[in-house]
């Protein structure tokens, strides 16, 4: 039996792509299987649910290696697990010296398999170490620069604090409080706490 595996890491991420060069590969749509979540590790339900399927001789298709997984040491695991343990072939399509079809009885074209496996592996977690390095350079740089992250803060209303104070001696309900100050009950109720607190 052919099975594809297609991944991308948020909800607003397309599959399609990949999808559609699983389809023209000729596996059948039944037979593909799709997550939207990080490839940080493999507890993602639809790639358990076609782990339990897969089974010796069977072929999985993956369109590049990063959509297996991101972690170095986890792809290189899982590959075995499925290469070896559970005697799959695995066929990545970006990558066509991933083709453990191929290798089956000649050792040299398994030897190149695995170093490239390794290679792209590597590869594939060093260039996700230097996004997040990138990104915390980028942060770092921007609050050096004053640039505030988040919402801007509410400023609290003049009338805050009688309000506040008429709100605890129960002088007025909460919903008064709230359409008086103009803030969310949450807001109130923790501003409220923080002049009690002064």
């Given at each position: 039996?052919?099975?594809?595996?297609?991944?991308?890491?948020s909800a607003?991420?397309n599959?399609?792509?990949?999808?559609d060069s699983?389809?023209?590969?000729?596996?059948?749509k039944r037979?593909?299987y799709?997550?939207?979540?990080?490839g940080k590790?493999?507890?993602?339900?639809?790639y358990?649910?076609l782990?339990?399927?897969?089974?010796k001789g069977?072929l999985?298709?993956?369109k590049?290696i990063?959509r297996?997984?991101?972690?170095?040491?986890m792809?290189?695991?899982e590959w075995?697990r499925?290469?070896?343990?559970?005697?799959?072939?695995?066929?990545?399509?970006?990558?066509?010296?991933?083709d453990?079809?191929?290798?089956?009885?000649?050792?040299?074209?398994?030897?190149i398999?695995?170093?490239?496996?390794?290679l792209?592996s590597?590869?594939a977690?060093?260039e996700?170490?230097?996004?997040?390095?990138?990104?915390?350079?980028g942060?770092t740089?921007?609050?050096a620069?004053?640039?505030?992250?988040g919402?801007?803060?509410?400023p609290?209303?003049?009338?805050?604090?009688e309000?506040?104070h008429?709100f605890?001696n129960k002088?007025?309900?909460?919903e008064?409080a709230?359409a008086?100050t103009?803030?969310k009950?949450s807001?109130?109720?923790?501003?409220t706490?923080?002049?009690?607190a002064?």
């Open positions: 039996m052919i099975y594809a595996y297609a991944r991308v890491s607003d991420q599959l399609d792509r990949q999808i699983f389809v023209n590969f000729g596996v059948e037979n593909i799709s997550d939207k979540k990080s590790n493999f507890e993602r339900e639809n358990l649910k782990m339990k399927k897969l089974k069977d999985l298709i993956v590049s990063d297996l997984g991101r972690n170095y040491d792809i290189i695991e075995t499925i290469t070896k343990q559970v005697g799959a072939d695995i066929l990545v399509l970006d990558m066509p010296l991933l453990t079809r191929a290798h089956d009885n000649d050792l040299t074209g398994r030897l398999s695995d170093i490239v496996l390794q792209l590597y590869v977690q060093k996700r170490e230097n996004i997040r390095a990138r990104q915390r350079e942060i740089s921007a609050l620069r004053g640039v505030k992250f919402r801007p803060a509410i609290d209303p003049a009338n805050l604090i309000i506040a008429a605890l002088e007025m309900s909460c008064e709230l008086l103009g803030l009950r807001t109130f109720y923790r501003r706490a923080l002049l009690t002064l």
